[in-house]
């Protein structure tokens, strides 16, 4: 093993959650437009354990226990300087082709990518601060005020993660659009009022009955799938705001313009997270009864095929998939 370098740690990984992304390369070869490039490392859901702190590292010492950052910012662009950390030019992303992810045993890393977790707090539990940090970041777009409605799209990890914190940004109902059985039932436990089955009815048309024609104030697409995007099209209110959290397979999407231009709605994009972390960390604190439905697996490193295969088949009621 290499000599850390100063300013860096040395993180034994605990646990890393299996997200999406991670699927999206597995089986598709691609995240998007960015193509996964053989060999790679996936794994950007980290929790760990302090090995060693190098020279002029200070607040961190062996055993220590932390919730990891994936991305590492040059903190010098005009995004990083104006605070925007997540569209930084010159991002690194570690579980990208070129920056090895966390699905392996040791990982060093600058000091301000440690987050402490509390005693009590799981390694699998500490895992969920990444991607919780993101639905934080869309519920900035989201802005949702007291007593306004939303439709998710998507009961997926992200999908659940973004019903929990609609339920403490003070939605007053939620409406959660799944085909998967089994998640429909994890986002009623999460806090949806309603889990809509989109094959068996016409789920924007459903929204827009159940609000008496208005629609909803937000709709969140978290999966990215089919028509999803539309669908979150139809069923907000004029005026209203879809903001767009899952990652399409395709370059090329389809948007129905005219309901879009209709209704004059404010469109959002979502890229990872924005310096909330320390806000996914005290809401897992604090409400932890509430995440902890979404923990129904774990498997060692050795088994992250089959992790792979159970997650990619939405099979065995499979929520969060955790590797560790």
């Not at 999803?228 to 389809?254: F, K, Y």
Request: proline share 6%.
């Amino acid at each position: 093993m290499e000599a850390l370098r100063p300013g860096l740690v040395r993180v034994r990984v605990n646990a890393v959650g299996i997200c999406g992304s991670d699927l999206h390369s597995y089986s598709e070869g691609a995240v998007g437009d960015t193509p996964s490039v053989y060999p790679m490392v996936l794994g950007h859901e980290p929790a760990g354990t302090v090995v060693e702190a190098g020279a002029g590292v200070t607040g961190w010492s062996p055993g220590d226990r932390a919730a990891l950052e994936p991305a590492l910012y040059c903190y010098h662009c005009e995004y990083c300087l104006s605070g925007r950390h997540n569209i930084c030019k010159n991002i690194r992303f570690l579980s990208t082709a070129g920056h090895p992810g966390f699905f392996r045993e040791f990982v060093d890393l600058p000091a301000v990518n440690l987050f402490g977790i509390p005693k009590t707090m799981s390694m699998p539990m500490a895992s969920l601060v990444e991607p919780l940090a993101v639905a934080l970041h869309s519920m900035q777009f989201a802005a949702i005020a007291i007593g306004e409605t939303v439709a998710v799209f998507g009961a997926g990890p992200i999908g659940l993660l973004t019903v929990a914190c609609l339920r403490a940004a003070g939605a007053s109902r939620i409406w959660v659009v799944e085909p998967v059985a089994h998640r429909r039932e994890l986002a009623l436990q999460m806090g949806a009022a309603v889990a809509i089955h989109p094959g068996e009815t016409d789920a924007a048309r459903q929204i827009l009955a159940d609000t008496g024609g208005r629609g909803v104030d937000c709709a969140m697409d978290c999966c990215a799938r089919d028509h999803t995007t539309n669908w979150a099209i139809r069923c907000v209110r004029n005026g209203g705001r879809v903001v767009l959290t899952g990652i399409h397979s395709g370059t090329m999407i389809p948007f129905e313009v005219s309901p879009m231009r209709r209704k004059e709605l404010a469109i959002f994009n979502v890229r990872r997270s924005n310096k909330e972390p320390e806000a996914a960390l005290e809401l897992l604190t604090a409400r932890a009864a509430w995440f902890a439905p979404l923990l129904t697996h774990t498997r060692p490193l050795e088994s992250i095929a089959e992790a792979f295969r159970i997650t990619e088949e939405y099979a065995d009621g499979v929520g969060k998939f955790v590797i560790g």
